[in-house]
């Protein structure tokens, strides 16, 4: 019933940009804070940014502050987030997650809906 889809993935160069979306449906969109994870091949998802329910507030992991920023539409039900001066260590498969209970949630238990994942890859 409950679904994120995140797109917009794909294969860019170092300094590169790119920008993740992901449309949810099944959930009252507004009431929930919303999340990005990565988790690269052998490596343990981390969390990378987090939106509250308005919008008004977000959160960034301090390795990508400064070149990541999320943004959400509540109108339409999408959550983004924006990549820019990409680097070889960004590349990962990122998720989006909903929680409904929490402000900026930034561990993994804590959220309660996640999508598939769209395959981020960045060439040096």
């Known amino acids: 019933q409950v679904q994120l889809v995140e797109s917009g993935g794909g294969l860019v160069q170092a300094g590169g940009s790119l920008r993740l979306s992901c449309a949810a449906s099944?959930?009252?969109?507004?009431?929930?804070?919303m999340g990005w994870f990565r988790q690269a091949p052998g490596k343990e998802r981390e969390f990378v940014a987090a939106?509250?329910?308005?919008?008004?507030?977000?959160y960034i992991t301090h390795s990508v502050k400064g070149r990541f920023t999320t943004s959400r539409d509540n109108a339409k039900n999408t959550v983004y987030l924006q990549m820019n001066s990409l680097e070889p260590e960004d590349t990962a498969l990122y998720y989006c997650?909903?929680?409904?209970?929490?402000?900026?949630?930034?561990?993994?238990?804590?959220?309660?809906?996640w999508g598939q994942g769209t395959q981020v890859t960045v060439s040096s």
């Open positions: 997650a909903a929680d409904r209970d929490r402000v900026l949630p930034t561990a993994s238990i804590e959220y309660d809906y």
């Open positions: 099944g959930l009252t969109f507004s009431s929930f804070a």
């Open positions: 939106i509250s329910r308005s919008g008004s507030m977000t």
